[in-house]
């Protein structure tokens, strides 16, 4: 198993970023709140976790271990596969996530794009017992991923930034997406920040 990459960002991508190492160019999935924090020509350091299948092998990349551990462990949960435990990382931190789990939070849940109410009545059921108790403090009334998702403005103009757009651009797709990520809060969910990166990029596109 590949622990994790060291090295050089050489390249970054809506959902990928290419770390050298050894003079090989290591291709990691990740997710945007992961990649904000990357950019290109700059050392780095990211936790991966391998996931092999019979025609393809394939690293995820993470900020630090405690997102890999938590990776992995949301796919011992029945139906939850790479992509959708990654969707989970995305919109909650780890310790959101126990959390969520420890206390029976189903609107957390549901809150990531692909999660339902039934699926997430079955996961609370199937992770409550392997994610364990949240390592961090939580103050009174904090919002269960606030963390990961009070910035969503920030983590997409950081992602925008370090894919090579301008100031100028980035702040003009961030606006453009706005009413997609108000309308997703308005609705007590998350702002789903995958999804607004993929938006912004179709509007930065068009735009060129």
């Given at each position: 198993?590949?622990?994790?990459?060291?090295?050089?960002?050489?390249?970054?991508?809506?959902?990928?970023?290419?770390?050298?190492?050894?003079?090989?160019?290591?291709?990691?999935?990740?997710?945007?709140?992961?990649?904000?924090?990357?950019?290109?020509?700059?050392?780095?350091?990211?936790?991966?976790?391998?996931?092999?299948?019979?025609?393809?092998?394939?690293?995820?990349?993470?900020?630090?271990?405690?997102?890999?551990?938590?990776?992995?462990l949301l796919q011992t949960?029945?139906?939850?596969?790479?992509?959708?435990?990654?969707?989970?990382?995305?919109?909650?931190?780890?310790?959101?996530?126990?959390?969520?789990?420890?206390?029976?939070?189903?609107?957390?849940?549901?809150?990531?794009?692909?999660?339902?109410?039934?699926?997430?009545?079955?996961?609370?059921?199937?992770?409550?017992?392997?994610?364990?108790?949240?390592?961090?403090?939580?103050?009174?009334?904090?919002?269960?991923?606030?963390?990961?998702?009070?910035?969503?403005?920030?983590?997409?103009?950081?992602?925008?930034?370090?894919?090579?757009?301008?100031?100028?651009?980035?702040?003009?797709?961030?606006?453009?997406?706005?009413?997609?990520?108000?309308?997703?809060?308005?609705?007590?969910?998350?702002?789903?920040?995958?999804?607004?990166?993929?938006?912004?990029?179709?509007?930065?596109?068009?735009?060129?």
């Open positions: 198993m590949i622990a994790f990459v060291t090295g050089p960002v050489a390249a970054l991508a809506p959902a990928t970023a290419v770390i050298e190492v050894g003079g090989i160019g290591m291709a990691v999935q990740c997710a945007p709140n992961t990649l904000a924090a990357l950019r290109v020509g700059q050392e780095a350091r990211l936790a991966t976790s391998l996931v092999v299948r019979e025609d393809s092998l394939t690293l995820y990349g993470f900020a630090d271990d405690d997102e890999r551990q938590v990776f992995e949960a029945s139906g939850v596969g790479p992509r959708l435990a990654q969707a989970m990382l995305a919109t909650h931190t780890p310790d959101a996530l126990r959390l969520a789990v420890a206390t029976g939070d189903e609107k957390a849940l549901t809150a990531v794009s692909g999660i339902g109410k039934k699926g997430a009545q079955k996961l609370l059921l199937e992770l409550k017992d392997r994610l364990g108790e949240p390592i961090g403090t939580h103050a009174p009334g904090q919002g269960i991923g606030t963390a990961v998702s009070a910035s969503w403005r920030d983590q997409l103009q950081a992602a925008l930034i370090g894919l090579g757009y301008a100031t100028r651009e980035a702040d003009e797709a961030v606006a453009a997406v706005a009413p997609q990520a108000e309308e997703a809060l308005a609705a007590g969910g998350q702002a789903p920040v995958p999804q607004l990166l993929r938006a912004a990029l179709q509007t930065l596109n068009r735009a060129r």
